[in-house]
């Protein structure tokens, strides 16, 4: 009768443990973010600055949240030969990201921004 109990209490324990990993089972890490929380990730933007199709080169180009110019900084850098600068940052395809340049000229400034929700990975500001 002995045997027929433990006979019994193995085939409940396979039964038990071939339920373990179902579809209702917890697999992520302890203390993992829960599936609909929203992570940053780094991203890289390219933008092109043209002054009447010509490329400018040495503008500052600064990259923002929610506003420019104002908003929060994400990263900023000078465009080169080709009017062209990448610029890489933590933001979410949830956040305004703003990205703008100020070019002078003889009689003052124009400036030139753009506001996109999700950001693309390239953009082009005409002065």
Do not use: D
């Not at 043209?50 to 503008?59: A, E, K, T, Y």
């Amino acid at each position: 009768m002995n045997f027929r109990v433990l006979s019994a209490f193995a085939a409940l324990s396979l039964v038990s443990l071939s339920a373990c990993g179902g579809a209702n089972t917890p697999t992520g890490l302890a203390g993992a973010p829960a599936a609909n929380v929203i992570v940053p990730l780094t991203k890289t933007v390219v933008v092109t600055a043209l002054n009447g199709g010509s490329p400018i080169r040495g503008l500052e180009i600064s990259l923002t949240r929610n506003t420019w110019p104002g908003g929060k900084l994400i990263a900023k850098g000078k465009t080169g030969p080709m009017g062209r600068v990448r610029l890489s940052g933590n933001w979410t395809n949830q956040e305004l990201i703003c990205v703008g340049g100020r070019l002078h000229i003889p009689s003052g400034y124009k400036e030139r921004h753009k506001c996109e929700l999700p950001f693309p990975p390239t953009i082009m500001l005409r002065f």
